[in-house]
């Protein structure tokens, strides 16, 4: 399978606090990508960083890339109790439009 | 108008039936795309439309025919399902194949079989 692994599976935190999570993947990439879905409901994207790019922020978001060792990491920062929702990182390899999403990190912030 | 449409939101069907899903977004995005989630698992991948033209089938079973009228509307075809085929179908768009600004999903048809 081209899916990546996303660590850990599960993750609870309280309202206030640092949530990180990592993925990995398997063979060269273009972009990777960064989904939050809530609760069943359709994703939202919340961003890309491309394969010459090391570190994106966006808000309270953060994002980085170390191709060498074909991972991720998304840092969401004082978290708050609507972050709550399942997060996914997603690449595209070799072919355009074959966007393959990672096994996903769900997240819980008790407020 | 940001968004992608999905209708319908909830469909209960049988296994002899056939239903349509559809899909529908005005962003002048060139490529359409129908995803399968099961529940607790990652979206998988089915068809890729780029310029109304089939680019990608993921060996999805006959019984899912996609449909791309146009550059706005998406459409999935349902036939003879079977029970496992119930689950949430998210359709989803991109200005290219490289989703260079993202991808934009609709909310999803939830789907259940009986």
């Known amino acids: 399978s081209q899916q990546g692994e996303e660590d850990p599976q599960a993750l609870s935190i309280q309202e206030g606090e640092n949530a990180t999570m990592n993925c990995s993947y398997k063979?060269?990439?273009?972009?990777l990508q960064w989904y939050r879905q809530n609760s069943g409901r359709g994703l939202v994207h919340l961003i890309l960083?491309?394969?010459?790019?090391r570190e994106k922020h966006s808000g309270r978001l953060r994002v980085t890339l170390d191709t060498s060792k074909k991972s991720s990491s998304l840092l969401i920062t004082a978290s708050r109790a609507a972050d709550t929702a399942s997060y996914f990182c997603?690449?595209?390899?070799?072919?355009?439009?074959?966007?393959?999403f990672g096994q996903g990190t769900e997240l819980s912030v008790k407020p | 108008d940001t968004e992608v449409t999905q209708t319908p939101k909830h469909l209960v069907m049988g296994m002899t039936n056939k239903k349509s899903l559809k899909c529908e977004q005005h962003?002048?995005?060139?490529?359409m795309y129908w995803y399968k989630q099961k529940a607790k698992k990652p979206p998988e991948l089915m068809f890729v439309?780029?310029?109304?033209?089939?680019?990608i089938n993921e060996s999805v079973p006959s019984r899912f025919s996609p449909e791309c009228p146009n550059s706005s509307l998406l459409n999935l075809h349902l036939h003879a399902l079977q029970p496992e085929d119930s689950a949430l179908y998210l359709c989803?768009?991109?200005?290219?194949?490289?989703?260079?600004?993202?991808?934009?999903f609709g909310s999803g048809t939830r789907l259940t079989v009986v």
């Open positions: 063979t060269s990439i273009n972009n």
């Open positions: 962003m002048g995005h060139r490529a």
């Open positions: 989803a768009s991109s200005q290219d194949l490289w989703g260079a600004a993202g991808y934009t």
């Open positions: 960083i491309r394969s010459n790019e």
């Open positions: 439309y780029s310029y109304e033209k089939l680019s």
């Open positions: 997603a690449t595209i390899y070799n072919q355009g439009g074959k966007l393959i």
